[in-house]
């Protein structure tokens, strides 16, 4: 087998070479398709749309879920820990990302502090048919949010199937019922999952029982070929506890190694419940027209709950004989917290399509949406240096300092709202040529409206292609428009605790040129994809990254700009199977309150990653996937601060600016198909029963590399100065897993 190496050159797209036209002039007299992609499950008229394989999402190898796993592979997808399924996209933060199941918009966990806590993905793998992911300049029928809009759609079973996988950290066990006439389709699926083995590999001596579990279904009822009823359940259930003992760890430089050992007591006791359910109907008169209505519900009662006293040690060593020289600071902290979330939404949504034509779509939809957020805050941070309380000032470390005993942040509130979300939307689609040329344009604007802040937005978007009659294969695309990110929980909640009715949407303007480039190479399809962005933003909320946590200012009082370069090369390195090598360099400044302008918690710059697959050309049934990823730090600012009126200091980013370590990762698969279904041999005996039996090992983090996923900062009381010690995350680990589908 001859294998196809491409240096990184070659990502550079080649826009002006063999631009020879066509000498065919025939004319066109009657209505064609203009196609511009292949028709895939889940009709989109999105240009900005990459379509991912749900087989590659279910092979790659990763902790945090097969779809977000395979999502951070692309150029545009940004992530500094391997323990979240969450992601950033194009300088965005987590909370910037639509997630769509059939077309219904799907809520994350809110409280979640640290990426151990996060557990399954709401996506699973084994329902998937169609993964749809956007990166910037969707269309107007998505949702009100800056970044990016990933849309997945659950398949329907064809027949009886039994399929499941066991590994050390978890399993799942999936269904599927379709009767003779395939009227009533159903697929069920349950997951568990604990990564205890996982966390064991950080360096730390902490106690960790992290279990988390889900059930999901995909009912499908065809009255008739007109109408059809459709349902999709979910529940999932994240209990993690957490009882830290000791920790130690290293940092520093050469000539000035620190070492900071913590002993602690206390523990932490966390639980996420999240419950979803949506009925659909659907009715096609006929081929021109299309109508959807939707009726939902969504649940999530969160608790978090921790007190863990902590005595810590700074020291520096001796960088030749490891002895001790120097103690800069010893002392200790309590952090508490009593936080409950309930949120709960339901609403109903009705979507039409008109299709006049194959190259035509109108299409139309309304959205109303209840709301009920109880939010219950209590946390707070005591900190204590060498027996005295910061942030109090130390006068004179003999006398003390008079005075009442503060902490170093408190965070309290107690806020319940049932506001009232409205939103419509309209667009429309149309294929054509221009002389010789393709031609597609996709325009339209959404509108919505929140009772909270009493706040009307309007968000137009275009999206424009043509396709030259060029010998060589290319595609040009425009795109952009006026994208919100309309506020929830999250942003309306300030520092103090308190919920903001005077918070405004965040407002980014967007432009995207891009270029697809196909080509043959090695008698090999490939296609490069080039894409560059500008975003200008403003009414930003300035926010803190608290490991995977957001936590916002609560105010509209900054502005900022995002720009960046990304470029994928896809195709078939190895025969029949795809792999992928994508870079990306990306800046995104944020200016609070005039003070200048800084690089965003999430600034990413220059990124690498790459998914490959490959088999043994004389065993096909041995097979790898790697996945690799290389990105440069993020800024990392200062923790909550108080000013000189006891107020959290959101100006403090500016005193306080460190850049994480890079991350880099290689994550391998490897497995042995010991039953394949596309095997025509016929097996008798109990093994006839198995259409697929897959034997793996996948080793996560092959090289061993101590990522930093955070900084904690420890404060010397004697000079006020701030160490931020990093937070680091796993080691390597092998995971083992048998993969089984029954006929």
Not at 68 to 80: A, Q, R
Request: glycine content about 6%; proline content about 5%.
């Amino acid at each position: 087998m001859k294998k196809l190496v491409l240096p990184l050159s070659l990502m550079v797209p080649m826009l002006v070479f063999s631009q020879t036209k066509k000498k065919d002039t025939t004319k066109v007299t009657d209505i064609e398709e203009v196609v511009f992609q292949k028709k895939v499950v889940g009709r989109t008229t999105d240009l900005s749309t990459v379509k991912i394989s749900a087989k590659d999402a279910k092979n790659v190898a990763s902790i945090s879920g097969g779809i977000e796993g395979i999502l951070k592979t692309l150029p545009s997808v940004n992530s500094n820990t391997e323990l979240s399924s969450q992601y950033m996209v194009r300088g965005g933060n987590y909370d910037e990302n639509l997630i769509y199941i059939n077309d219904i918009e799907i809520y994350r966990p809110f409280l979640i502090r640290n990426s151990q806590q996060e557990g399954l993905s709401i996506i699973n793998p084994d329902m998937v048919s169609t993964v749809n992911f956007s990166a910037g300049g969707f269309e107007p029928r998505y949702g009100d949010k800056m970044s990016s809009a990933l849309n997945i759609y659950y398949r329907e079973p064809e027949k009886f199937e039994l399929s499941g996988e066991a590994s050390l950290i978890g399993g799942r066990l999936t269904a599927g019922l379709a009767s003779k006439n395939k009227k009533l389709t159903a697929l069920f699926s349950g997951r568990y999952r604990n990564t205890n083995l996982v966390l064991n590999t950080l360096k730390e001596d902490t106690n960790f029982n992290p279990t988390y579990w889900d059930f999901q279904s995909y009912i499908n009822y065809h009255i008739n070929p007109k109408l059809s009823l459709s349902f999709v359940g979910y529940y999932s259930k994240n209990d993690y506890e957490m009882i830290p003992k000791e920790r130690s760890v290293d940092f520093g430089s050469l000539q000035r190694p620190l070492n900071l050992t913590v002993f602690y007591a206390g523990k932490e006791n966390d639980k996420y419940k999240n419950m979803m359910g949506t009925l659909s109907m659907n009715y096609k008169p006929s081929d021109q027209w299309k109508f959807t209505l939707d009726a939902f519900a969504y649940q999530n009662r969160e608790r978090e709950y921790y007190s863990i006293q902590s005595q810590y040690i700074l020291q520096t060593f001796d960088p030749i004989t490891g002895a001790p020289l120097t103690t800069y600071d010893t002392g200790g902290q309590i952090d508490h917290a009593r936080n409950d979330l309930f949120v709960r939404t339901y609403g109903t949504q009705l979507r039409g399509r008109f299709s006049p034509n194959v190259n035509t779509d109108i299409e139309v939809g309304f959205k109303f949406e209840k709301e009920n957020l109880k939010d219950l805050t209590n946390e707070w941070k005591l900190v204590d240096s060498a027996g005295y309380s910061t942030p109090v000032a130390i006068d004179d470390p003999r006398f003390g300092t008079p005075g009442d005993l503060k902490l170093f942040y408190r965070i309290a509130g107690q806020n319940a709202i049932e506001p009232t979300r409205l939103s419509a939307y309209a667009q429309y689609s149309q294929k054509f040529y221009w002389g010789t040329k393709k031609v597609f344009i996709n325009a339209g604007a959404r509108v919505s409206h929140w009772s909270f802040n009493n706040e009307t937005i309007f968000s137009p978007r275009v999206q424009f292609a043509v396709k030259p009659d060029w010998e060589t294969d290319m595609l040009f695309r425009l795109s952009g428009g006026v994208y919100y990110q309309a506020p929830f929980y999250k942003e309306i909640k300030d520092l103090d605790g308190n919920f903001n009715n005077t918070i405004k949407s965040q407002r980014s303007l967007q432009v995207i040129l891009a270029n697809d480039y196909e080509f043959q190479m090695y008698d090999r399809p490939f296609k490069l994809t080039t894409e560059a962005y500008y975003k200008k933003m403003d009414d930003l909320i300035p926010y803190y990254m608290d490991n995977v946590r957001i936590r916002y200012s609560g105010n509209n009082n900054a502005t900022g700009y995002a720009y960046g370069i990304d470029t994928r090369l896809f195709g078939e390195f190895v025969p029949g199977i795809d792999s992928w090598l994508s870079a990306s360099y990306a800046r995104v400044y944020e200016n609070i309150d005039g003070k200048g302008n800084i690089p965003r918690p999430t600034d990413q710059r220059l990124r690498f990653a790459m998914f490959y697959q490959d088999y043994m050309p004389q065993y096909p049934s041995m097979r790898v996937n790697l996945t690799l990823t290389y990105a440069m730090g993020l800024p990392t600012g200062a923790p909550i601060i108080l000013d000189q009126n006891g107020a959290p200091d959101v100006n403090a980013a500016y005193q306080y600016q460190r850049t994480l370590p890079s991350y880099k990762r290689v994550d391998i698969g490897l497995s042995k198909v010991f039953i394949d279904s596309k095997d025509k041999k016929q097996k008798y005996g109990f093994w006839g029963n198995f259409e697929e039996l897959i034997l793996g090992v996948q080793v996560f983090n092959a090289f061993n590399i101590r990522n930093t996923v955070a900084n904690q900062w420890i404060t010397d009381a004697n000079t006020n100065f701030m160490y931020p010690v990093p937070v680091r995350l796993t080691g390597r680990f092998f995971n083992v897993k048998l993969e089984f589908k029954i006929k």
